[in-house]
Structure formats: C-alpha cells, structure tokens
C-alpha cells in the first residue's frame, strides 16, 4: 500500500534499482543532458532527483520513506498546474517518467474490468505507432512540397514557362518537340526574362537584362523570407538543428515546434533556397519534421502530458526529417542516434526507424525530382577504386577538417560580433545585403549561378558519352567507333581547364558566403553549402590526379593498375569524398554521415574511401577544437547544456563548487513545520531560486525534501480559493503529521503532497568527476550537498557549467544566456 500511496504522487524512487530495473523503455540512465532555465538567475534548481551519493557512492532516500503516512495526503485531488513547466524551463526526467509508470500500471490494472478499458489499452499501447506514422507523413509530404516550390521559384529567377507557369524549366521542356538531347534546356516554350522584356534572347542587352530580373527576384525573395520569419515566427530562423539538441535533451521552449513556426518556416525555406543565398534546406527539414512530431503528439493523451515521453517522439521525427532531407532513412535513424538525442532507448529506436520509412516512402510517391529516385544527385560510377586513391581522399579529409576548423572559428566570430553591435539589430537590412552580394557576385559564373543541389549533382556525375557538361569537355579519342560505358582516361579539353578556373572562384566564393549566411534570420541549413565545397574541391583534386595518371601512366603508383586506354580514374567519385569530408569537418558527425552520403548516392562501393576521409576530417577538426558547429551555437546562445562528448578531467570536489560560497548569504530554505504562508510567499517574493530545500529545523539542518518555487505558488493559490480558513498567518505543514497548534490558530495548510522526500543528494567530498556524469546521465537540473545527513548547500547546472568554464580559463559570464 505504501510504494502505491507513493506512486499517485509520481515520486516513489525508494532505489537506484528501482529506476535500472525498467524496461528498455523507461531507462533513463542513458538519459539526456538536461538543460537548465535561462531566465533565472541564482538557484535554477527544479529536478527532483532520488538519491543520495555518498562517499562510495551508493544512493539512498533523503527521506524518511518507511514511515506511515495518511493515504487522504497522498491521495488528494492533484492541484492543477502542480508538475508543469514554464518557458524556458526544463524538464524533471526523473519525475516524468515515474509519472509514465504510474500511468501505465494503472492503465494495465484496469484493462481487464471491461472491454471499453481493454480498447483504452490497446490505443494507449499503440499510440506511439500512430503518432511516429502520422510524423513521417507530414514530413514527407511537406518535404515533397518544399521540394517542388523551391525548384519552380529558382528557375523563376531566370524565366518563365509560357505553356504552363507551374512548370519548372525542365519540366517545360520535357514536353517540347523542338528540344534536341544537346540542347535540351531551350525550347521554344521557356521565355528568359530578357525576351519576355525586351525581346532579345542573345547579345550584351539580353545578358544585362536577366542579369538585373535575377538580381531582382532574390532580393524579392530574400526580402519576402526575412520580413514573415520577424513578424509571425522569429523562431523560424537558422538551422534549428542546435535548439532540437537543446529542446530533445529536456529543455522547454515555448513555440519553437509549434504551428506557426512550422507554417513560417516551410513557406520561408522555399524563398530562402529560392533566392540563391549560400544555405540548404537539409537541416531546416529536421525543424519542420520536429514540428510535425509536436504538434501531432498532442492528439495522444499518453505524449501531451508528458514531456519525457514527447521527446521520444521528437526523436522519431528527427530521424524523418533527414530521411526526407537526403533521401536516407537508415542514415536518419543514426543521425537522429548520433547528432541530436540524448534519451534514445530501444522503443525510439523502432519508432524513429519507422518515421524514417513512412517519410521515405511518402516522398518517393510525390517522386519531386521526377526520376524516381529519393534525392537530385543519385550517381553510379562504373569504376572501383584502388588502394593508391586512398592518399588523395585522406588529403580531402585532410583539407574537410580544416575548412570545418575554418568555418566553425569564423562563423561563431561573426555570429558574436553580431550579437554585440548594431549591426544585429536590423535582420532584415542584413539577409538584403547579403542576398545583394551572393546575386551580383553569382549571376556571372555558371556554377554558383545554379541551385546548390543541381551544382552538387554535376560535381558528382561522371562523365559519360552523351554528358554535354563543360567538365567532360575532353579530347576524344577519334579511333573509338564505339558508346561504351567506360570511356578511358581522356586528356583535358578547354571545356575543363575553363570549368576548373570557374570553379576555384566559386569555392572562394563559397566558402566566403556561407560564412556570413549561416545565422542569418532566415532558415538557413548547412549541409548542402558544406557538401558544394568539398565536392567543388574533390571534383579538382580528382580532375588532377585523373590527368597525371593520364599523362604518367608509367609512374609506379599508376604502372600496376591504370593502363593506356583503361578508365581508371573517377573524378567524380572524389567530389563525393570531398563532400563527405567537409560536411563531416563541420558538423563531427562519422557514423550516420557516411552512411547518409552511400544512401544519398548509391555509392555503396566506396563505404572506405568515405570512411577513411571521414575519419580524417574529424581528426584534424578536433585538434584545433572538438566542437561541431551546432554545439559552438548552443555555446554561443548561452544554452545550459551539458555535452555529453565534453570529458571533465579536473581533480575538484562537490564542496568547492556548490553555493553557499564563502562570504555568500546563507542558503533558502523551508522548515517542516515552522513557517507561515506569509513566511513562505515572502521568501518566494525576495527570491528568484526554483525550488527550495526543505529541513527539520535550522538548529538541526537535517533535510527533508526539496519543494518546487512553481508548485508553492500554485499550491498555495489553490488552498486560499478551495479550502476555508487558510490566511496569510495558516502554519504550512511538510510533515507527516500536523503538530498540535492552539485552539484559536488558523487552520494549518498541507504541503506534503507537491514535496519531493528524496532529493537527489551528494557528500561534500564527492568528486566533480562522478557529480558531472551523474547530471549528464540522470539529467538533473540541481542536486543538494550534504555532510553527514546535513544540508550544506546545493550545485545546479549553471553552477556546473560556470565551472567547466572556469577550469577551460573562460569568463563563466560570457557564456550564459541573458
């Protein structure tokens, strides 16, 4: 009867086992790095943890559990409001999902009284199922939509389809019967701008004239992104990618996966890919799909109210999310494993597996690509690679870690320098100049004139017979009489000397651009301009070594296994690498990323080539600092987040890091018994602390429990409008048993009921080492410090972040949020 009178309050942690000893699904011991509120500024203390570590770090009940307690106490109407959160808040992991248990085993107890219960049952068992399905349903849907839009608003810079003006330029011309396989692009029925306007389709005035209506359209576009993302959806900006990490490891933010960002970001993705600007729509797609996860898990009761297990179902929309993105579910799941969760237990697993296949196969029957494939850039090479080629791809993962050490150091600067000058207060002036820039600069280089995915595809694309591509503009052979697939190392013509001129100015330019693109205030991903670089670099690299393996062929290195007259070098199979490499020297991201870009190519042949530069990337990015973009932003925002990849090596103890400090004001705390409403309200009033610690008496300092600031202030507003006689002079009882008052007293207020009695606590000896594990691990929010069973003071997140910063020589105030 006791542990059941304990589980309606959703606190019953009488053990360490009693949390290991649950199903795969309810484990949090691999759970999330919790993040702390950012609005308050002393004790952000809210997670009632369970456990009491003590000198070798066994954990036991703060409180005294074994005793008798009245079930009416335990079983009173919840308070209404009592266990929800504010914004900008986090989330108590411990208590939600002891809350899920409880739901649960009652669910289960009453499922065989009746078949309306058994049905209850079998919603609730399904509700997951569903709510992952519905995720990946919208998101492919979406997906397929954004897809469409984005492709029919980029070519709407260049012209116009007259016979239908939905039609993109390729679609115009699929129908048309004077179009010829080499000039497949012209067609009588596509109008550029510059005949539409003054009827020239040649000559200086056309070249002027769609040179000034691409200018036009992007700014239009960029302009139109920037100005719906401030007024209806400032939450629709960026990547989004380092909030999902924040929001999925336990932190609230209000309004970031709800409908208007996800109504602002589809429609402004498009015009943000759209007006050319260095950006991808991949890591935006992971913020829409997140939206989807939200907004649909409000329908099942099971995941509303409960914000543990809604992140679960945030995870699954992740992994939908890149599914839909790159065409690559599995590598979704991984990514969604790797990159963004912290709570992923087997259930998210499946159901993330899941999301990723409902949002494959919806985007496959929209088909937006027209060749019925998952993505734009599906390539297959007819060429394997050799053990020698492993030098150049090590050289590319060489040159990705750099570019991502580069990147990541630049942009954070900017990102800086713009949060602490003007220049940060006017958005919109800021998205229109640089959209100016990337237009002007653009418009008269091919490459970067073309959308960043098409450019990518023809970086990837190897050069076949009926390829009319400027790159594959070689000497050929004039013996051959022959179409063969493998058409053999071939010297290079003009066409290729005059692309690799244009696209060594277009890397420049790239990597300039995305520099002070990303961060800007529209929605802005990072994986397609990344990708651009490191195929644009590949492409050259490989272009080189097929020429010196072309001219050389009796050099050592080529003599065994490039013959004359053999197609032994793939250029196109290094822009691949390249790619890989980069986008892996800016995110860190291995695992999933490979298996991201095989499953976003075909190219399942060339898994160690991509590993190998992979792997490369990383390493050199991590020896000039380990952090991948997406935490350097979570670091920039101030966000309280505890990087689970971060290791703390520092030989410090709880005593040195918890407050009160030398010289500190003692710390706030409640007694069981002694305190008035009035006591209470002004403590809570003079103070901006979360939550309170609860002791015997000030003389014993012997704890208690520990009391939330939210659920003391609902609690007592409820008491003064439901229950007669509780005043401002009404004694608050956390005791067990009300102590005996004089006839004439007030009648007393019970809080016993919104008290956690097992406050999760360590000895001031404690080393930091094992305190920061069990945070990251346990997702605390606070834990109380004691020295034989007495209260000495307290260690919150922030507390535990200001002194990583402190032990890293950085200013602890630099990294807060304000």
Not at 201 to 213: D, F, K, T
Not at 380 to 391: A, Q
Not at 781 to 801: A, F, M, P, S
Not at 806 to 817: E, G, V, Y
Request: charged share 20%; hydrophobic share 45%.
């Amino acid at each position: 009867m006791e542990s059941e009178q304990l589980f309606h309050r959703g606190y019953y942690r009488n053990s360490y086992n009693s949390i290991t000893s649950a199903s795969s699904d309810e484990e949090l011991l691999d759970g999330a790095s919790v993040i702390m509120d950012f609005q308050t500024s002393e004790d952000d203390n809210l997670l009632d943890g369970d456990t009491t570590v003590g000198t070798h770090y066994t954990m036991t009940n703060g409180g005294s559990i074994n005793s008798s307690t009245h079930l009416l106490d335990r079983l009173d109407e919840p308070i209404p409001g009592v266990g929800t959160y504010d914004d900008f808040h986090t989330i108590d992991w411990v208590r939600e999902k002891c809350k899920d248990r409880e739901r649960h085993r009652r669910i289960n107890s009453k499922k065989k009284e009746s078949a309306w219960e058994m049905t209850k049952s079998l919603y609730d068992a399904w509700s997951g199922w569903l709510v992952v399905t519905l995720t990946g349903l919208a998101s492919g849907a979406l997906a397929g939509l954004i897809d469409i839009a984005a492709d029919w608003m980029t070519d709407l810079k260049e012209g116009i389809c007259l016979s239908a003006l939905w039609y993109n330029h390729e679609q115009c011309c699929w129908g048309s019967n004077e179009a010829t396989f080499e000039e497949r692009d012209k067609c009588p029925q596509w109008k550029t701008w510059a005949e539409l306007i003054i009827g020239q389709a040649e000559g200086p005035g056309s070249y002027i004239m769609n040179y000034i209506m691409y200018i036009f359209w992007a700014l239009s576009f960029a302009f139109l992104a920037v100005s719906l993302v401030k007024v209806f959806a400032p939450y629709a900006c960026g990547s989004g990618i380092p909030e999902i990490k924040t929001i999925l490891s336990g932190f609230i933010i209000r309004g970031y996966l709800g409908k208007w960002t996800l109504m602002i970001k589809t429609i402004t993705l498009v015009l943000a890919v759209a007006s050319g600007l260095s950006l991808g729509k991949e890591g935006p797609l992971v913020h829409v799909a997140c939206c989807c996860g939200n907004i649909f898990s409000y329908l099942f009761p099971k995941y509303s109210t409960n914000e543990a297990k809604k992140r679960e179902v945030l995870s699954a929309a992740s992994a939908a999310g890149v599914s839909v993105a790159f065409g690559a579910p599995i590598g979704g799941v991984l990514f969604s494993l790797e990159e963004v969760s912290y709570y992923f237990p087997l259930k998210t697993l499946w159901r993330s597996f899941f999301a990723a296949l409902v949002a494959a196969f919806v985007l496959r029957s929209i088909n937006p690509f027209g060749n019925s494939r998952l993505v734009l850039f599906y390539v297959e090479y007819h060429t394997p690679w050799y053990l020698f080629e492993l030098f150049p791809f090590i050289l590319l993962g060489v040159f990705g870690g750099l570019w991502g050490a580069f990147f990541i150091r630049a942009n954070i600067a900017w990102c800086r320098r713009r949060k602490s000058t003007k220049f940060g207060k006017y958005p919109v002036l800021e998205v229109i100049i640089v959209a100016a820039i990337t237009a002007v600069i653009a418009f008269p280089n091919p490459y970067t004139r073309l959308n960043t995915s098409e450019l990518i595809k023809e970086l990837f694309t190897d050069c076949g017979p009926l390829e009319s591509s400027s790159l594959c503009d070689y000497r050929n052979d004039m013996n051959a009489s022959k179409i063969v697939d493998d058409i053999p190392d071939r010297p290079a013509g003009i066409g290729v000397y005059s692309a690799i001129w244009q696209l060594c100015l277009a890397l420049i330019f790239k990597i300039i651009m995305t520099v002070f693109t990303f961060g800007i205030k529209v929605p802005s991903g990072l994986f397609i301009p990344s990708m651009a670089i490191g195929a644009i670099a590949g492409r050259i690299v490989g272009i080189a070594v097929e020429q010196l393996a072309y001219y050389h062929h009796d050099w050592f290195i080529f003599k065994e296994w490039c013959e004359v007259g053999a197609d032994c070098i793939t250029p196109g199979l290094y822009a691949m690498v390249g790619a890989a490499a980069c986008l892996g020297g800016v995110t860190r991201m291995t695992v999933s990323l490979v298996v991201i870009v095989f499953e976003l190519t075909g190219g399942l042949e060339y898994i160690v080539p991509l590993m190998a530069a992979v792997m490369t990337s990383k390493w050199v990015g991590d020896a000039f600092g380990r952090e991948g973009i997406y935490e350097a932003h979570i670091r920039l925002n101030g966000y309280p987040f505890l990087d689970a990849k971060e290791e703390f090596t520092h030989t410090t103890l709880a005593a040195d890091v918890m407050r009160p400090r030398r010289n500190d004001p003692p710390l706030a705390v409640l007694t069981q018994d002694n305190m008035t409403v009035d006591d209470i309200e002004n403590m809570i009033n003079e103070t901006s602390y979360n939550g309170f610690p609860v002791i015997m008496s000030k003389e014993s300092q012997r704890l208690v429990g520990f009391a939330l600031r939210r659920d003391l202030t609902i609690a007592i507003e409820s008491a003064r409008k439901k229950q007669e006689g509780i005043v401002g002079s009404s004694r608050v009882c956390f005791a067990q048993h009300t102590p005996s008052l004089p006839a004439e007293s007030p009648r007393p207020l019970k809080l016993r009921s919104i008290l956690d009695m097992s406050p999760f606590t360590v000895t001031d000896h404690t080393p930091m080492e094992i305190v920061v594990d069990i945070f990251r691990k346990l997702g605390l929010r606070q834990c109380l410090v004691t020295h034989n069973g007495r209260l000495l003071g307290i260690i919150t997140k922030k507390d535990i972040l200001r002194h990583m910063a402190q032990t890293a020589n950085q200013d602890p105030a630099s990294i807060m949020f304000n």
